[in-house]
């Protein structure tokens, strides 16, 4: 790739307010943050040294396309306004298509997962306890297998550089209120459905995702941060799905199996990604991006 690759943002025509694994958000006014998607990547809670070309964008674009898909289940904390109106014209080439303009909202304490497939740490959790995150399942589920229903297996939201947590339903209850835990375990679960629903006819797979809500004055829930992307779902070919084993992933697996063979303690700093693992990784984030947009 030729386009500029975006490590770090480094705008100056707006307060910057915080930097996260992916996203750098900034100050707009008192009721916007301006939210910039770099190509930043990490994995097992480590921010890598190597970015992946056109990463950002691909997640902005996808996300787009999901909010406005799903506008109709919970509204979503875009405004509409240009992200590039509002920072210096030399400072749009590090917001061009990688960024959104925000509505200022409270975030809830959870991210809500919902899990439709047994994969990942819900495998390892099934194969020692026949439940996952202690929802029990029936018996003889194999890995990559169909749930009878979604489930809702919140966690906690932890700091940058450690890991979040599962936690059980009762308390995210006690977080929440039991009336707003409801409300978003039934947004997450119905958010998950109807994009699935949609993916499978793109020929993709979503086994699993992860969304995350706010609240505004009046404590009206939206959804927020970004929405079924390779970065917060796992994404699945359609024509490579066999029960009984993990089918290859729309995301940054490549970028794990490396780090694994790598006996590296998942400790910063996280070693350099060589070029061909960037590129592998980079093809898989586009190629859900034209699956799933055309």
């Given amino acids: 790739m030729s386009e500029q690759v975006i490590q770090e943002t480094s705008l100056t025509s707006l307060p910057l307010l915080h930097r996260g694994k992916v996203r750098d958000l900034y100050a707009v006014d008192e009721e916007r943050l301006l939210v910039i998607q770099t190509d930043r990547l990490s994995a097992f809670d480590v921010i890598l040294p190597t970015p992946i070309p056109g990463k950002g964008k691909v997640l902005t674009a996808v996300s787009n396309f999901w909010f406005a898909k799903l506008a109709h289940v919970i509204p979503n904390h875009l405004t509409g306004i240009d992200p590039e109106s509002v920072v210096a014209p030399a400072e749009r080439p590090q917001v061009a298509g990688r960024a959104f303009v925000v509505r200022r909202l409270k975030p809830l304490p959870i991210e809500a997962i919902v899990r439709g497939y047994v994969a990942g740490s819900g495998w390892k959790d099934y194969r020692a306890s026949g439940a996952i995150c202690g929802i029990a399942l ?69 086994a699993d995702t992860k969304f995350e809500f706010g609240t505004d004055a009046a404590g009206r829930l939206y959804l927020i941060d970004e929405a079924l992307t390779p970065d917060s779902s796992r994404f699945w070919p359609r024509d490579q799905y066999r029960v009984g084993i993990s089918p290859p992933s729309f995301d940054k697996q490549f970028v794990r199996d490396w780090l694994e063979a790598q006996h590296w303690n998942k400790q910063p700093p996280a070693p350099v990604l060589p070029a061909d693992v960037l590129a592998k990784t980079a093809a898989k984030y586009e190629e859900a991006a034209r699956l799933l947009l055309g």
């Fill in 138 to 206: 029936p018996a003889g589920l194999q890995e990559a297998s169909k749930l009878p229903q979604p489930i809702f297996t919140p966690s906690t939201k932890a700091p940058k550089g450690t890991h979040d947590e599962n936690i059980p339903y009762v308390e995210a209850e006690r977080l929440l209120g039991a009336v707003r835990a409801a409300e978003v375990r039934d947004a997450a679960i119905r958010l998950y459905r109807e994009a699935a629903d949609f993916a499978a006819t793109k020929g993709i797979i979503i």
